[in-house]
């Protein structure tokens, strides 16, 4: 009996041992199944993590463990904002942040938060930023560097939407380098997606499709991650933009197929709306049954901002097609749900097409209240921007603002208001740096100043690298440090803000600014016609152009193709001409025009035109341009206080064949199909030398006389450049190669000599070249290019001239496009004759320009001379002949 008894104890030890062993091991388990859950959540790979998290709540059941249960059963929750359907379960999360069990564990409290922020996002971004504030203190009581990123960055793109750019972008990219840093891949690919839309957005294509393509390699060596969906429809909205609307659809695609099969509802919404924009131009019933099923699949899952988005699209389909009564049926729909997510970033173009929606009902009157709401929203968005760029980049974006309160204040025939309403935008950065505002948020940190560094070295390498896989290379780090360098800012304080305000200058003030024999003209471009707006010292008005910007552009290209051909194109300048200048009144035409420029008409000669007599501009008028009304009007009352001393700084004679490889110009053609001299091109044929400039420069010293500096060889670097006290020089002459970037407007650069010793790569850029402090009466840009760059809507155009304007000059004398070197120096010789003799830069020009048609006859085609204008006041000498 004794041994029996033994027997059964023994075998009930053996019993609730292995009893006790398997629990362990399936408490293991499970705690295995949800670490991999978190680690899949975490890349955003939701098909993979949704069962998981649910497998792990029932095995921790069994076991009895309610602390994990509960921690895996609201990483469960958390998934279903993937599908939409997280809503439902808001009264769960309420009740269990009440739960002492969870209050108990700030692990728990963090995964309810997270869970909470999940929900309140699917119904309104901003709602959620309590939640997100308390999830960024909890994570830093806990020390988890992840969820503390992932807070700042969902903090920064509610700032975005409440229209506080500069500290979006600030937040935003400290949390995708900490992202990167700590190895959170899963949010440097999401939030990496999320900025390359906003530079979508921000009308930067080129950068925002870099920025999604960096999200899609990152996902591709991502173990595990989630479809990246916000990259895919990033990059089809860039290749929107960038008209390469075959790959764009092909990206959508793909994408689309991927939610669909995931039930990735709230991102096939937003590929549905993305889907019918790109339809639009070509094909409107698809656009609005692509836009239908976007908006009913926000409706049926209450995602209020993608509705919102959805409908204004659809409303603008209708618009197009004429039916206003259904458009403005939409647009009040996406206006409800826009009050609902407190979207203000978005809220101006809202508010504009309601806008022309009354005007085309014909109530203007509430027409010009809704322009003047989305102006005074806009006017608070641009007060938040990190930096200049942003700051005329927002303003392209959001040029229908503009545009249409303008061509409504014609239909009004207040051109009092007309004038003000585009002369907020034009300009506007020029303007607020003349307005003593400088560039105040200009970072200098240790970060910054090693990035600057390093963008040095890297643009040095590229001179030198002539491997398509090494400029690729270093192209792509390139970016990443541009990256590190892009303003964040600090927030202007009130005072800063209230002197920045951008009023323009008053229209009498401009007018009583005029000489006696100055008219300035003011384009616009729009939809179905054009404007002129004209002023003169006794008269204003507009003319109206019988003509769309589609033609005006179109006939501008055309005939830019002629006179690079060099061929006379005088039949297009006829054409142009009978455009642009013959519908306004004789009368007011005087001998000197200032021509404030729209869209591509910032390079076109104005002066090269013909009229219906066969005389061209030139032959009796003189031509000089300004980025805005406002801009000629502070560039002429804002005189520094001492004058400079030194009459002449000339820079010329680089050496690029000695300090720069060459590469044959086969196998250019063979990587790039053409020739290329910029740096930034995978491939570039080599900088030839431009020996005509050390002739031009040294004549110059001549002319101008004993204060005159001259840099010239070896000694015309970037760094002997910028050691001169350039703030002295009434003159500056750059004869140097120039790079014109319309993808990258801030690369844009004159190319000096390198510097060894200083680690100079020789590049003088449109970022630098602001932050120089300048008091010189001109600066002469004797290179090609130079006055090229990205059309910024109402803005203007990012060039280096513009950079210069910026940076305290009075004029700027710059290029169009590459001449011959040998007319160049001719010409500039001649203008600077006609300085010396007390002439103004305008008539200088002019009269420089006619010497060299005199000189060279038949052979002085347009393509030789008309490409130089002067940008900026050019009415006052800049010496006395006697000088």
């Known amino acids: 009996m004794f041994l029996a008894v033994l027997v059964v104890l023994v075998l009930a030890i053996l019993v609730d041992k292995l009893a006790e062993r398997r629990q362990n091991l399936h408490v293991q388990d499970a705690n295995h199944v949800l670490a991999e859950a978190d680690r899949l ?96 203190r909890v994570a830093n009581v806990l020390g988890d560097e992840r969820w503390k990123t992932r807070a700042e960055a969902e903090i920064g793109i509610i700032a975005f939407l409440d229209g506080d750019v500069e500290k979006a972008t600030r937040l935003l990219k ?52 989630g479809f990246p969906f ?118 101006p173009l809202h508010l504009v097409l309601l806008a022309e929606l009354e005007n085309g009902r014909g109530n203007l009157a509430a ?10 929203v806009t006017q608070g968005l641009l007060l938040s921007t990190p930096s200049r760029q942003v700051e005329a980049d927002l303003i392209a974006t959001m040029s229908e603002v503009y545009l249409g309160h303008f061509e409504l204040a014609i239909r009004l025939r207040n051109v009092k208001e007309a004038y003000e309403v585009l002369e907020t935008a034009r300009g506007r950065s020029i303007a607020d740096r003349l307005r003593g505002g400088g560039d105040w948020r200009r970072q200098q940190d240790p970060t910054t100043s090693a990035a600057r560094q390093e963008i040095k070295h890297l643009q040095i390498a590229l001179l030198h690298a002539t491997s398509r896989d ?17 303003p964040t800012g600090q927030s202007a304080t009130r005072f800063e803000q209230a002197a920045l305000k951008p009023a323009p200058a008053k229209l009498k003030a401009v007018r009583r600014s005029l000489r006696g024999d100055e008219t300035l003209l003011e384009y616009v471009l729009g939809r179905s016609q054009s404007y002129c707006l004209y002023m003169t010292r006794a008269a204003v008005g507009v003319s109206v152009l019988p003509t769309s910007r589609t033609k005006v552009e179109g006939l501008t290209q055309r005939y830019l193709e002629e006179i690079k051909s060099r061929k006379r194109a005088n039949g297009m300048g006829r054409q142009l001409y009978a455009l642009l200048l013959a519908p306004i009144p004789p009368r007011v035409l005087k001998q000197r025009i200032i021509i404030v420029p729209d869209g591509e008409l910032n390079s076109l ?103 005159s500096v001259e840099l010239l060889g070896d000694d015309a670097s970037e760094a002997a450049f910028e050691a001169e006290p350039l703030d002295q020089f009434r003159i500056i002459d750059i004869a140097v190669h120039g790079i014109a970037s319309k993808k990258y407007p801030q690369r844009s650069a004159l190319v000096l000599g390198e510097d060894s010793k200083n680690q100079d790569d020789g590049l003088l850029q449109t970022r630098e070249i602001r932050g120089l402090r300048l008091r010189a009466d001109l600066v002469v840009l004797s290179a090609c290019d130079t006055g090229e760059g990205q059309l910024l809507g109402e803005e203007g155009i990012a060039n ?84």
């Open 230 to 347: 916000m990259a895919y429809e990033g990059k089809a909205r860039a290749l929107v933009a960038l008209h390469r609307e075959s790959e764009a659809k092909s990206v959508l695609q793909k994408a689309l197929g991927q939610a669909r099969a995931q039930n990735a509802f709230a991102a096939e919404a937003q590929l549905l709306i993305v889907l019918g924009k790109q339809a639009k131009a070509s094909d409107r019933v698809q656009a609005i049954e692509y836009l239908r099923a976007a908006v009913d699949l926000c409706q049926r899952r209450g995602f209020q901002h993608a509705y919102a988005w959805g409908m204004y699209e659809l409303a603008k389909v209708y618009r197009d097609q004429g039916d206003l009564r259904d458009a403005e049926f939409y647009e009040r729909s996406a206006m409800e749900a826009m009050q609902e997510v407190e979207d203000k970033y978005h809220l």
């Open 367 to 376: 027409a010009d209240r809704l322009y003047s709401r989305a102006e005074d």
């Open 605 to 707: 000669p104005f002066d090269s035109l013909v009229d219906n007599s066969g005389h061209v501009l030139i032959d009796s008028h003189v031509v000089t341009y300004a980025p805005s009304a406002t801009v000629l009007y502070l560039i002429r009352k804002s005189a520094p206080i001492r004058q400079p001393i030194l009459t002449f700084l000339g820079v010329g004679d680089v050496q690029y064949q000695h300090t720069l490889p060459t590469i044959s110009q086969s196998k250019v053609d063979s990587i790039t199909g053409g020739q290329s001299n910029s740096p930034f091109d995978l491939a570039r044929d080599p900088l030839p030398d431009l020996p005509k400039t050390r002739d031009e420069i040294v004549e110059a010293g001549k002319i101008f006389g004993p204060k």
């Open 174 to 225: 400290t949390a995708i380098l900490s992202s990167f840093l700590h190895g959170d891949l899963g949010a440097a690919i999401y939030y990496v997606s999320i900025v390359g839309n906003g530079f979508v957005e921000e009308g930067q294509p080129e950068t925002g499709l870099k920025y999604c393509d960096i999200a899609l390699m990152t996902a591709a060596i991502a173990k595990d991650a």
């Open 470 to 486: 090494e400029r690729r290379n270093l192209l792509d780090r390139l970016f990443e440090e541009e990256q590190v360098i892009a």
């Open 800 to 883: 280096l001239e513009d950079a210069f304007l910026y940076a305290g000059t009075r004029s700027v004398l710059a290029s169009l496009w590459t001449a011959s070197d040998a007319y160049t120096t001719a010409l500039v010789e001649h203008f600077y004759r006609h300085l010396a003799d007390g002439q103004d830069e305008g008539t200088a020009l002019r009269e420089a320009k006619l010497d060299l048609i005199k000189e060279f006859g038949s052979g002085a085609v347009p393509f030789y001379w008309a490409g130089f204008n002067v940008v900026g006041d050019a009415s006052a000498p800049v010496l006395s002949p006697a000088r």
């Open 41 to 136: 959540a975490l890349l955003f790979n939701w098909p993979k993590a949704e069962p998981l998290y649910a497998q792990a709540e029932a095995l921790f059941d069994q076991s009895g463990d309610k602390q994990h249960a509960l921690y895996a059963r609201l990483g469960w929750i958390w998934s279903q904002a993937y599908t939409g359907a997280a809503r439902k379960y808001e009264p769960e999360i309420a009740k269990d942040l009440q739960n002492p069990l969870i209050q108990g564990d700030q692990r728990l409290v963090l995964r309810s938060l997270v869970a909470k922020a999940a929900i309140e996002q699917e119904k309104n971004e901003a709602s959620a930023q309590d939640t997100w504030s308390k999830i960024q």
